[in-house]
T-cell receptor, first 114, second 117 residues
Framework: AQKVTQAQTEISVVEKEDVTLDCVYETRDTTYYLFWYKQPPSGELVFLIR??????QNEISGRYSWNFQKSTSSFNFTITASQVVDSAVYFCALSETSGSRLTFGEGTQLTVNP | NAGVTQTPKFQVLKTGQSMTLQCAQDMNHEYMSWYRQDPGMGLRLIHYSVGAGITDQGEVPNGYNVSRSTTEDFPLRLLSAAPSQTSVYFCASSYSAGLAGGLYEQYFGPGTRLTVT
């Protein structure tokens, strides 16, 4: 069965600090997809990234970057020079190719203080 | 495009009452799903559908029914509401990966906050 663990329940940083959100997953599939979603205080879910398990290159999008390491089953998310608007709950999720389910982690509440 | 719409936004039920949460999408997505979000537990899959006429159970299906008679609509029915069903409910849709498996980006609705007293 697929499982996603986000061990950091809450993180608090000061603006302009870099912050890394951890995500560890379990799956028996050799092909799978990993996702990150953001849920700001307004409550909607915002898609950030989808990554194929065959693509282990790191991804960078502006201040956001993702580090995928198959050897440790991790897909960590780093925000560089954090801003107050980054305050949100961030979810990591996994989809196996053998099924049609998206499994979410428990989420990490990130608070960026001015 | 309206994307994924959910009604109502808020609902209060008494224990034992039944109701239907509505979900509709106008993107011609084959895949639709329902999640519930509870504090500290992330989003948990209730039911999903890979196309009209096809539904399946997710992680927490007990107490909920679904049907998919059209591509656009995927209503979630609470048969006899219980306080344990107090939660925020999200509907989502996406393109289907077909035989290749896996899921594409999920488009989420704004959510329905349900309280059962």
């Amino acid at each position: 069965a697929q499982k996603v663990t986000q061990a950091q329940t809450e993180i608090s940083v000061v603006e302009k600090e870099d912050v890394t959100l951890d995500c560890v997953y379990e799956t028996r599939d050799t092909t799978y997809y990993l996702f990150w979603y953001k849920q700001p205080p307004s409550g909607e879910l915002v898609f950030l990234i989808r990554r194929n398990s065959f693509d282990e290159q790191n991804e960078i999008s502006g201040r956001y970057s993702w580090n995928f390491q198959k050897s440790t089953s991790s897909f960590n998310f780093t925000i560089t020079a954090s801003q107050v608007v980054d305050s949100a709950v961030y979810f990591c999720a996994l989809s196996e190719t053998s099924g049609s389910r998206l499994t979410f982690g428990e989420g990490t509440q990130l608070t960026v203080n001015p | 495009n309206a994307g994924v719409t959910q009604t109502p936004k808020f609902q209060v039920l008494k224990t034992g009452q039944s109701m239907t949460l509505q979900c509709a999408q106008d993107m011609n997505h084959e895949y639709m799903s329902w999640y519930r979000q509870d504090p500290g537990m992330g989003l948990r899959l209730i039911h999903y559908s890979v196309g009209a006429g096809i539904t399946d159970q997710g992680e927490v299906p007990n107490g909920y029914n679904v049907s998919r008679s059209t591509t656009e609509d995927f209503p979630l029915r609470l048969l006899s509401a219980a306080p344990s069903q107090t939660s925020v409910y999200f509907c989502a849709s996406s393109y289907s990966a077909g035989l290749a498996g896996g899921l594409y980006e999920q488009y989420f609705g704004p959510g329905t906050r349900l309280t059962v007293t």
